[in-house]
């Protein structure tokens, strides 16, 4: 399927456990991106990734950990999940020029409750 | 996403204007954006703005960009049952920045 998927779309998990969260994209954009959405906070920047091997931190990364080894993927792990981290999170991604050049497309989000 | 600030909430008529105000604080920001969300599902652009126009016009759509006061703002008209979202307004801070702050979002109720 051609665009940006993200799974599980759903995800139950306890406190303490580790969880990661796929997102693969089809386009080949330089940059990807991992938001959190909670209530009153719009959307956060968790980490964002400039190309393969380069990841840098957003706004609250702590208790995140992500990887780009190749361009299309970026996970996003919780290494220990807690209360706190039952979120909705949304990866994204921008072509570095072209068409797609500032416009940020995002997946439909993956679900995470942590118990 | 503090530093973008929007109503939580708006009501409006169907058939009616509806206009959703954003503020944003950085002055050199490049882009401005406007985002929808429908319930369930990721967040769709509907359109940008580049920081040097005052205005643009889509359709329905219409975008006012107040630099001096750093207020952007989303008309959309004839306002129809299937504009019940969440809008978000975001900013691009300046070029070779590709992160966008977003707003805290805006929803949007239809009042048939």
């Known amino acids: 399927d051609a665009g940006i998927t993200q799974s599980p779309r759903y995800k139950i998990t306890e406190t303490g456990r580790q969880v990661t969260l796929m997102c693969h994209q089809t386009?080949?954009?330089?940059?990807m991106f991992w938001y959190r959405q909670d209530l009153g906070h719009g959307l956060r920047l968790i980490y964002y990734?400039?190309?393969?091997?380069?990841?840098d931190k957003g706004e609250v990364p702590d208790g995140y950990v992500v990887s780009r080894s190749k361009t299309e993927n970026f996970p996003l792990t919780l290494e220990s999940a807690t209360r706190s981290q039952t979120s909705v999170y949304f990866c994204?991604?921008?072509?570095?020029?072209?068409?797609?050049?500032?416009?940020?497309?995002f997946g439909a989000g993956s679900r995470l409750t942590v118990l | 996403g503090e530093d973008v600030e929007q109503s939580l909430f708006l009501s409006v008529r169907e058939g009616d204007s509806s206009v959703i105000n954003c503020t944003y604080t950085?002055?050199?920001?490049?882009?401005l954006y406007w985002y929808k969300q429908e319930p369930g599902a990721g967040l769709q652009l509907l359109t940008y703005?580049?920081?040097?126009?005052d205005m643009k016009q889509d359709q329905r759509l219409t975008v006012l960009l107040n630099k001096k006061d750093k207020h952007l703002s989303l008309r959309i008209a004839d306002t129809q049952t299937g504009d019940s979202a969440i809008y978000f307004c975001?900013?691009?801070?300046?070029?070779?920045?590709?992160?966008?702050?977003f707003g805290t979002g805006t929803r949007l109720t239809i009042i048939p």
């Open positions: 994204a991604s921008m072509d570095a020029g072209g068409a797609g050049a500032n416009v940020l497309t």
């Open positions: 386009w080949s954009h330089s940059y």
């Open positions: 990734s400039a190309a393969a091997d380069i990841t």
């Open positions: 950085d002055s050199s920001s490049t882009y």
């Open positions: 703005i580049f920081s040097n126009m």
């Open positions: 975001a900013e691009r801070r300046d070029f070779g920045n590709e992160k966008l702050t």
